[in-house]
Antibody, heavy 116, light 110 residues
Framework: EVQLVESGGGLVKPGGSLRLSCAAS????????MIWVRQAPGKGLEWVAH??????????SYAAPVKGRFTISRDDSKNTLYLQMNSLDTEDTGVYHC???????WGQGTLVTVSS | QSALTQPASVSGSPGQSITISCTGT?????????VSWYQQHSDKAPKLMIY???KRPSGVSSRFSGSKSGNTASLTISGLQAEDEADYYC??????????FGTGTKVTVL
């Protein structure tokens, strides 16, 4: 059974940092490109970042609002995806989901609240 | 990258068919067949319903179908059931390893 479990969310002040993790199981993680998607309270889904497999170069890409502040990475030896978030703003508040491939499977999400 | 445009809400009676549109541009939906649809029940994780515009993952009811024409993708739900009441989002590849979601549509079963 495919499982994605996010962790690392919490309350942080504007300008602060957080690192989210996504533990994957039930599929060949190293062969799967991954994405982060967020959802602000009462709002729609927003694509945040993408990372390719190491075989395909491990390239990364970011949505314009987070480019330069967020970094997506992966550790295939630990079957874990990460999202390092710096210079956080209140607009970054929301539930952050990791997903495998084109959203074949999703985690339940972890809540990030940016507030003073 | 602007969000794809979806109607805010669509409703139908049990047994009816409804269609949700997803309008993008020639930079996303119009160029790539990498369009997916997701169902999200309240406070739950999204679920993949359609991928590559018209393909259905195993386990998804055949009542769900997808299509694409030009810059617009569509999701049709046939034989509407109470359990179909949820939010639905489209998502398209937009080139250079970027993606864009739709604005979301709330489906109400009357």
């Amino acid at each position: 059974e495919v499982q994605l479990v996010e962790s690392g969310g919490g309350l942080v002040k504007p300008g602060g940092s957080l690192r989210l993790s996504c533990a994957a199981s039930g599929f060949i993680f190293s062969n799967t490109w991954m994405i982060w998607v967020r959802q602000a309270p009462g709002k729609g889904l927003e694509w945040v970042a993408h990372i390719e497999t190491k075989t395909n170069g491990g390239t990364t890409s970011y949505a314009a609002p987070v480019k330069g502040r967020f970094t997506i990475s992966r550790d295939d030896s630990k079957n874990t995806l990460y999202l390092q978030m710096n210079s956080l703003d209140t607009e970054d508040t929301g539930v952050y989901h990791c997903a495998a491939g084109m959203g074949d499977s999703w985690g339940q999400g972890t809540l990030v609240t940016v507030s003073s | 990258q602007s969000a794809l445009t979806q109607p805010a809400s669509v409703s139908g009676s049990p047994g009816q068919s409804i269609t949700i549109s997803c309008t993008g541009t020639s930079s996303d939906v119009g160029t790539y067949n990498v369009v997916s649809w997701y169902q999200q029940h309240s406070d739950k994780a999204p679920k993949l319903m359609i991928y590559e515009a018209s393909k259905r993952p195993s386990g998804v009811s055949s009542r769900f179908s997808g299509s694409k024409s030009g810059n617009t993708a569509s999701l049709t739900i046939s034989g509407l059931q109470a359990e179909d009441e949820a939010d639905y989002y489209c998502c398209s590849y937009a080139g250079s390893s970027t993606f864009v979601f739709g604005t979301g549509t709330k489906v109400t079963v009357l």
